[in-house]
């Protein structure tokens, strides 16, 4: 880590160097007393560093070596931007340090490059340490390998990416239901079919809702007994699909459509709704 040079240390901050020397107090009273090393105990789990003032490393444990793939001697002396991966912005970094000089403790996801160019995340915590006398003498560093977790979500991303593709550019309305009658997710045809807003094909909508601003929209009808006509409808729909029904109905809408609608049960207790404009056939 080093200054951003808009960032002015904490002006009760001391010269310099010692940050590491109570870091690991509490590591040598326990030993002393035959309990187990709590530097040993991080070592197992956190990616642990310490700097002084000046932000200079003074101290790494054996997982910041293995992750990072410097040596110690490589590591000592250097400031955190030897593993700067370029990702963050520069505002990523000076929301830290003015967190970080004014005695406060910075918590975040920071992604890291290693010596041989491959990249790690680490949810890190850094908390500043302070003398006798309270003056911020360096900053302590704790980290957690969170890679495998970042991987999975990027995985993730990238495939839901490719489902919404792939349903946004299929010839037919889609959406799915939850076994609450609530929205999961529907492709652009659907929505075009029905010309929904966007309020209404965001995840969790309720069915009740897409069906009353549907009726509306066709009948220019929103009494109570419409809606009592919408509830009765959605009652009997989904005590079809529960008995494992599949239902097929066709809907003639006031923009001249003509709409195949094929409603398929899923075991979770949901279904699947396929919209097919048959205007033509």
Not at 8 to 21: M, S, T, V
């Amino acid at each position: 880590m080093d200054y951003p040079d808009n960032v002015i240390p904490h002006p009760n901050a001391a010269e310099p160097p010692i940050a590491n020397e109570r870091i690991f107090a509490a590591d040598r009273t326990l030993s002393d007393h035959g309990q187990p090393s709590l530097g040993q105990a991080f070592d197992a789990v956190a990616i642990i560093s310490a700097t002084d003032i000046r932000v200079r490393i003074t101290y790494v444990n054996e997982r910041f070596v293995k992750i990072s793939g410097y040596s110690e001697a490589e590591l000592l002396g250097q400031t955190h931007r030897i593993v700067n991966s370029g990702h963050h912005p520069t505002s990523f970094f000076k929301e830290m340090w003015q967190t970080i000089v004014a005695g406060g403790t910075w918590q975040g996801e920071i992604k890291n490059r290693a010596k041989d160019g491959s990249h790690y995340w680490v949810d890190t915590v850094i908390v500043p340490s302070t003398d006798t006398r309270g003056r911020i003498d360096g900053y302590v560093s704790v980290r957690i390998d969170i890679t495998k977790e970042k991987l999975a979500e990027e995985a993730l991303r990238v495939q839901q990416w490719q489902m919404e593709t792939a349903l946004d550019h299929m010839a037919r309305g889609f959406s799915t239901f939850g076994s609450d009658a609530r929205l999961i997710t529907c492709n652009r045809l659907y929505r075009q079919i029905y010309d929904l807003p966007e309020s209404l094909t965001l995840p969790g909508t309720p069915l009740a809702e897409i069906v009353q601003f549907h009726m509306k929209r066709e009948t220019g009808c929103e009494s109570w007994d419409s809606f009592e006509q919408v509830q009765t409808w959605i009652d009997d729909h989904l005590a079809r699909l529960s008995r494992g029904e599949s239902i097929a109905e066709i809907q003639h809408l006031k923009s001249g459509r003509t709409v195949l609608i094929t409603a398929q049960p899923l075991p979770n207790g949901g279904w699947v709704d396929v919209q097919e404009d048959i205007t033509e056939k």
